[in-house]
């Protein structure tokens, strides 16, 4: 049986994007008015790049289970502190935001959270 945390209790917003080098599943935070970016290491996440870039605009997921990358130490699974690396992946950190960590691939550097 396969496990599959996609699209549970997932709520997107549609942001304009200030970085054009965004991509999908990247970790981005509050930059402004409506807006996103990949923001500064240490930033806490307001979501993950869902896709669909247009004119500047794309849907993020504020809420819900989404796989990300993350960068130095792998988070544990469990409820970890979480906060942007500012290279589209989030990283433990103390005073983060409270994440839910369903799952962890240590190999390819992918965790999935619940925002």
């Known amino acids: 049986m ?10 997107a917003a549609t942001f ?3 970085d054009d080098p965004i991509q999908p599943g990247m970790a ?5 008015n409506a807006t996103v970016g990949l923001g500064d290491d240490g930033d806490l996440p307001c979501g993950v ?8 605009a794309a849907a993020v ?3 819900g289970a989404v796989e990300t990358g993350f960068s130095g130490t ?7 502190e979480l906060a942007c690396d500012g290279k589209g992946g989030v990283k433990v950190a103390a005073g983060g ?4 960590v369903l799952a962890v691939d240590e190999e390819e550097s992918t965790a999935v959270i619940k925002l």
Not at 28 to 32: C, F, I, Y
Not at 49 to 56: M, P, Q, T
């Open 97 to 100: 935001a409270k994440c839910l």
């Open 49 to 56: 790049l869902l896709g669909g870039v247009r004119a500047g």
């Open 61 to 63: 997921q504020i809420g």
């Open 2 to 11: 396969d496990i599959c945390f996609e699209g549970v209790g997932q709520v």
């Open 28 to 32: 981005v935070t509050l930059t402004g």
């Open 16 to 18: 304009e994007l200030e």
């Open 74 to 80: 792998a988070p544990e699974v469990g409820w970890q």
